[in-house]
């Protein structure tokens, strides 16, 4: 009877390896099909045909944006909105003499230029951000030196 | 006489630190708070009294600076108005 018992479980052996080997390779199988799937769309991607645009088209558009960013910080700031003689912001209004803020304002305005536009404003500049259109030029032309 | 730009640059650097409260109240009651005090002394000319007051700002951001590392360490929940 022991003999019998031997002989069974020598037959079950084989089979209970293979199914244990079937469990411990298949998470491999599946990693390295994700990683070829993975490496598929990273070249795909790099290879989009959008990254193709050309060079002036792009600059204009930078321009219009920025133009569009920078207004609109100014017109929502606290101070602009709330001045009861609601001065038109264009382009070429002074902040400080047109729209009657103060240097404490500027700084509150280049602080808000910097949360958008990502990057540090040295102090020894802000004389010379006295209008958007100044602002605007000043981005653009940090913005190219990147 | 203290260098309008040193001003501006401590006022600046002030309301950056202050952005980074993750509290909605503090953010606001600080940055409420540092333009109320720099606006109150615009017109302040006793050099004296300027250089005191530098002091205490400087104080003040430190103070800030580990107020918003303590307010990071403890997250609040989002108001509604956020």
């Known amino acids: 009877m022991i003999r019998q018992v031997v002989r069974a479980t020598a037959r079950a052996t084989p089979g209970l390896i293979t199914a244990s080997q079937i469990s411990k390779c298949s998470p491999r199988v599946l990693k390295v099909s994700n990683f070829n799937l993975v490496k598929q769309n990273l070249l795909s991607n790099t290879f989009s045909t ?3 645009r050309s060079l002036s088209d792009q600059a204009k558009q930078d ?42 304002d500027q700084v509150e ?3 808000q230029l910097e949360d958008t536009f990502g990057y540090e404003i040295p102090d020894s500049d802000y004389e010379k951000l006295n209008t958007p259109a100044e602002i605007v030029n000043y981005i653009q032309k940090r913005l190219a030196e990147v | 006489m203290l260098s309008r730009t040193k001003v501006l640059s401590l006022y600046k650097s002030m309301i950056k630190e202050s952005n980074k409260f993750s509290s909605y109240n ?3 009651y600080a940055k409420k708070r540092i333009k ?26 430190n103070m800030i600076k580990r107020q918003v590392l303590v307010s990071q360490l403890y997250p609040t929940e989002k108001l509604i108005i956020e």
Do not use: C
């Open chain 1, 50 to 52: 959008s990254s193709f």
């Open chain 1, 63 to 104: 321009t219009a944006q920025v133009e569009e960013k920078v207004l609109n910080i100014i017109r929502n700031f606290d101070r602009v909105k709330e001045n009861p003689s609601k001065p038109q912001v264009s382009l070429e209004s002074n902040l400080i003499k047109d729209l009657g803020l103060d240097s404490l």
């Open chain 1, 109 to 111: 305005i280049i602080v």
């Open chain 2, 26 to 28: 503090f953010r606001e």
């Open chain 2, 36 to 61: 109320h005090e720099f606006e109150a002394n615009k017109q302040l000319n006793d050099q004296a009294k300027q250089a005191e007051l530098i002091q205490k700002a400087n104080a003040n951001l």
